[in-house]
């Protein structure tokens, strides 16, 4: 939740959940940047543990997302899956897996869909048995292509999206008084939810800069309305810190 503290002169408010929004933050702040964590999106777990109670019966395992991991850690950590092999979507995700000690086999350069399917071990899967773990409502893709290749693919939806219940009159404050640099936004629910919680300060709001992390957001973004995108190479934090980097210097 956002609370009212001294502004530096590059502010950043990033709307990741809990806990990837605040690790966020935290690096943000190392690099001399004013961040304030308000969080778009509530994560709310669904995994049980009879999802898993026979992960060892899989080939592969897929985590779409860090919050997929995080939903479903307390249930894996000690189960027996010597020949699974662990895919992450991309480093964010692969860090996260090891923070909980468990493995990574392998996972993309570049963290999206795409890529994922691009790799090597995703592409002979004839009679394989592939779990995907990921968020309720999410791609269909992944799913799709990797049961056109032969795999007989099981989803595991670990985790709901919500809209959560915050205090919105400092970030409205912030947004009126014209403090924020940029807005990070990371998936297009986030960005919804965004203007959803802050619409009363819309007139600011839509002028405001927001980063994103793929094209198909950027697009989101305009649908949405609001006007000034800045669109980082990719969804890793090296990428968004590039990103913020070129911003911050035009302002100084």
């Known amino acids: 939740?956002?609370?009212?503290?001294?502004?530096?002169?590059?502010?950043?408010?990033?709307?990741?959940?809990?806990?990837?929004?605040?690790?966020?933050?935290a690096r943000l702040r190392e690099r001399s940047m004013e961040a304030i964590f308000f969080p778009t999106i509530e994560i709310v777990p669904l995994a049980h543990p009879d999802f898993f109670n026979n992960i060892s019966d899989f080939d592969k395992i897929i985590f779409i997302s860090p919050q997929s991991v995080h939903a479903a850690a307390s249930?894996?950590?000690?189960?027996?899956f010597q020949n699974v092999f662990f895919i992450a979507m991309g480093k964010g995700t692969a860090r996260v897996l090891k923070e909980y000690g468990l493995p990574v086999n392998a996972y993309p350069e570049i963290a999206d869909s795409e890529n994922l399917l691009a790799m090597s071990e995703?592409?002979?899967?004839?009679?394989?048995?592939?779990?995907?773990?990921?968020?309720?409502?999410?791609?269909?893709?992944?799913?799709?292509?990797?049961?056109?290749?032969?795999?007989?693919?099981?989803?595991?939806?670990a985790y709901r999206r919500v809209l959560p219940s915050v205090s919105v009159d400092n970030s409205l404050d912030l947004l009126r008084k014209k403090t924020l640099n940029v807005i990070i936004c990371t998936s297009n629910e986030g960005l919804k939810n965004l203007k959803k919680l802050l619409i009363n300060a819309w007139d600011s709001l839509q002028k405001t800069k927001v980063l994103v992390i793929s094209q198909r957001m950027q697009d989101y973004s305009y649908e949405l309305g609001f006007?000034?995108?800045?669109?980082?190479?990719?969804?890793?934090?090296?990428?968004?810190f590039e990103r913020l980097a070129l911003e911050r210097k035009k302002d100084e």
Not at 6 to 14: D, H
Not at 131 to 148: D, M, P, T, Y
Not at 230 to 238: F, G, I, Q, V
């Open 1 to 25: 939740m956002p609370h009212a503290e001294k502004i530096k002169s590059f502010c950043v408010m990033v709307t990741r959940p809990h806990p990837e929004g605040e690790k966020l933050c």
């Open 227 to 240: 006007q000034n995108i800045l669109l980082a190479e990719n969804a890793s934090d090296a990428a968004i």
């Open 122 to 157: 995703l592409q002979d899967l004839k009679n394989q048995k592939i779990a995907i773990v990921k968020g309720e409502n999410g791609r269909e893709l992944i799913r799709q292509e990797l049961q056109k290749k032969g795999a007989d693919v099981t989803v595991i939806d």
């Open 75 to 80: 249930f894996i950590k000690n189960k027996k």
